[in-house]
């Protein structure tokens, strides 16, 4: 899509108002400040995601950047957002799971801040719905910053005379919890990340990825059946569908079953604050969306991450527990592992060795180019770990054992290559507003 | 059975069975059957040289005066030429049914229809409480009121399992995703370049804001073709001929929107496949 921007204007003022282009002259209608987004950003998700009022404004990203890496936030002084999010390795921390103040390890890996504007909901279980909900609660979680609660947070900032400052110059008023939320937002929201090769190959470029890396795409839409949870286009390049499925995770390494049959007996008798703590400080949190919604059949499902960046964002899943991508793609080659609750599109795929290489190559594409660098290390050493692979049961994934049904499709890539159904689409960066810049 | 019925069917046997073999052990025999050539608009010599223009109905055809054969027209006096062959193919067929030009139609330019969806949750105005003391009663969760967050946000509007959940920002996607799709079909079609024409006629000379494509009628038999064509083989007509470029893949990305843009533009018309 080369139009220019104005035509996506016209569309987006036409689809939001829901009158017709004669009634709606586009020149007049304004739209909501955007930042130069790089191609693999879509500006219409940025329009979705981003409440109206809440737009990053310089002020809030540069006193949310403090507040982010600023350890004092924490009980003892000795973890900031930073800690869990680190910049340089794409806002994670690379370890299975999080620690937080004296060492404590939290239940969940650490996710990317990187494009975690756009997701529909926030944390693991999507218990937030906003950026400034998700910010306040590790600062008062007990296993991550540990403060005891809202009052103590802001009494000990309230105590720093440049927060004083800096809070009475970007919200003219003293620092609030609410304030420091919407700051850390701010800066949250500006670390959306595209300009990936992916996106090259997309624009058109036919040579940005390798042959390994384009059978790989079409393994993606095809075989694999990896776009039916990790869904992508234009328009929501993120490839995740922001919903929640139990793909058995949980299950591998503890009696699933009994946990959660007692979950379930619990919640039914439970009140609010009892199943909160389940989820934060028990075994139960491994019944994840199940105790935000109370669903029955939201036992063990966990938010679909954006594959955007997943080369460098590794260990893989709620818990980390799967190191590499060749893990990953061992899990769902056997239909992940069986539970009552598993989600009905689990089965196995009867991907061959080839087909997970390439699917990992693939997957490696999605990177933004900014951490080039970053992506190749990671490559590599995962690459190095393909030997040693623990969820890996060929019996399974191929049929010979188990009774995980027919594998899905398989076309011939040289006659149909379902990567080439349905319409991805090119990204147009959305208008410059030259006050904010990507940081 | 007389000899001259032996000396027929015994061939025929031999070859069927011959056939049969040939499918049987030929990992590439397929049972499509091969499409025949298409017949092409041959289009009269230029005496002087000139460059000859055609018309999609395969018949009506043009000089351009002081353009030689292999040049490319510029895009205005393509139009100018396009024009002039649509007068004539008129004043031929003065009874023709033509629509006219209709205004531009986007898709999905109404709103969905409006669905009950739960209320929103209650959400305290801003400067209501206290500062930093926006701690509700309840547990960690409760803070952020957890439970409310499907409704919040709209994220999951039916609270329940992944199949047949979608939420009002997932439609909001889905529509401007085929939006984005209608919008590129929107370029190509006024594009003689991206349609890989050679000299310089694009769709919308000839279909102003996709008027006259009538997507509805696909698929029906086409008279250029001799045979039942779908939209997209007459897309592929019209590039071969008029705008003399290659016939698009099925599933080339730019087949793919124009095909969306042309439907969108008929949106509300009712489908009569067939009709003439």
């Known amino acids: 899509m080369r139009l220019p921007s104005g035509v996506v204007t016209v569309c987006a003022v036409v689809l939001n108002s829901g009158v017709g282009l004669a009634a709606s002259p586009p020149s007049q209608q304004t739209q909501a400040a955007s930042p130069q987004l790089p191609p693999g950003v879509s500006a219409t998700l940025w329009r979705v995601s981003v409440p109206q009022g809440s737009e990053p404004t310089p002020e809030r990203v540069a006193l949310g950047e403090k507040l982010f890496r600023d350890k004092r936030l924490s009980v003892d002084n000795t973890v900031a957002c930073m800690t869990c999010h680190e910049p340089e390795l794409g806002f994670t921390d690379g370890k299975p799971l999080s620690e937080g103040v004296k060492q404590q390890k939290v239940a969940r890996n650490s996710p990317t801040v990187l494009n975690a504007l756009f997701n529909a909901t926030q944390f693991w279980d999507g218990r937030a719905a906003t950026l400034e909900d998700q910010a306040k609660l590790p600062i008062l979680n007990p296993r991550e910053m540990g403060m005891p609660d809202a009052d103590t947070v802001m009494k000990k900032v309230r105590g720093i005379p440049e927060y004083v400052t800096d809070f009475q110059k970007v919200f003219g008023r003293e620092p609030t919890f609410d304030d420091l939320a919407t700051a850390i937002a701010a800066f949250e929201r500006m670390q959306f990340s595209g300009d990936a090769r992916f996106d090259k190959f997309i624009a058109g470029d036919s040579k940005a990825l390798t042959a390994s890396e384009k059978n790989g795409w079409a393994l993606f839409n095809g075989k694999a059946r990896c776009n039916s949870c990790h869904a992508g286009n234009a328009v929501s390049p993120l490839f995740s569908d922001q919903k929640f499925h139990n793909i058995g995770v949980a299950a591998h390494k503890q009696d699933f079953v009994t946990l959660a049959r007692k979950g379930v007996q619990v919640v039914r008798a439970g009140d609010e604050k009892q199943i909160d703590e389940l989820a934060l400080n028990s075994e139960f949190s491994e019944l994840g969306r199940f105790l935000v919604t109370r669903q029955e059949n939201d036992v063990g499902s966990f938010k679909t991450p954006t594959l955007r960046n997943v080369g460098i964002t590794g260990p893989y899943m709620h818990d980390g527990s799967l190191a590499t991508l060749w893990d990953v793609m061992d899990h769902y080659n056997k239909g992940g592992v069986a539970n009552p609750y598993l989600d009905g599109g689990m089965q196995r795929l009867g991907l061959t060795e080839p087909e997970i290489d390439d699917l990992v190559a693939f997957l490696f594409t999605l990177t933004d180019s900014k951490f080039d660098k970053l992506n190749k290390e990671q490559l590599a050493k995962q690459r190095a770990r393909k030997n040693t692979r623990p969820e890996r049961d060929t019996a399974i994934a191929m049929g010979k054992k188990g009774n995980l049904g027919d594998i899905a499709p398989n076309p011939d890539l040289a006659e149909k290559n379902p990567a080439d159904l349905g319409f991805y689409g090119s990204v147009t960066p959305a208008p410059v507003i030259p006050a904010v810049k990507q940081r | ?276």
């Open chain 2, 1 to 276: 059975m007389n000899l001259r019925m032996k000396l027929l069917v015994v061939p025929c046997a031999a070859l069927s069975f011959a056939g049969g073999v040939a499918l049987a052990t030929s990992p590439d025999a397929k049972a499509v059957p091969q499409a025949e050539p298409l017949p092409k608009h041959v289009l009269p010599a230029s005496k002087d040289g000139n460059l000859v223009l055609g018309l999609c109905d395969g018949e009506t055809s043009m000089e351009v005066p002081g353009v030689k054969d292999g040049q490319k027209l510029t895009r205005a006096q393509a139009i100018t030429a396009t024009a002039q062959l649509m007068g004539d193919w008129r004043k031929k067929n003065p009874n023709a049914k033509w629509d006219d030009v209709p205004g531009p139609v986007l898709a999905q330019a109404s709103p969905p229809a409006t669905k009950k969806s739960p209320a929103p949750a209650p959400q305290p105005a801003p400067g209501a409480k206290p500062a930093g003391s926006d701690v509700r009663p309840g547990g960690v969760g409760a803070q952020t009121g957890a439970s409310a967050v499907p409704q919040q946000r709209k994220a999951d509007v039916q609270t329940g399992h992944t199949y047949g959940a979608f939420s009002e920002r997932d439609e909001q996607v889905w529509a401007d995703s085929v939006q984005a799709a209608v919008k590129e079909g929107h370029r190509v079609f006024h594009d003689a370049e991206a349609l890989g024409g050679t000299v310089g006629v694009s769709c919308d000379m000839c279909h102003p804001d996709a008027a006259n494509t009538h997507p509805e009628t696909y698929p029906k038999y086409q008279v250029q073709l001799g045979r039942v064509a779908l939209l997209r083989d007459m897309i592929n007509w019209c590039i071969e001929n008029p705008v003399r470029g290659k016939p698009l893949a099925d599933g080339d990305p730019r087949m793919r929107a124009m095909e969306a843009y042309i439907y969108a533009q008929r949106k509300g018309v009712k489908l009569e496949y067939g009709k003439h």
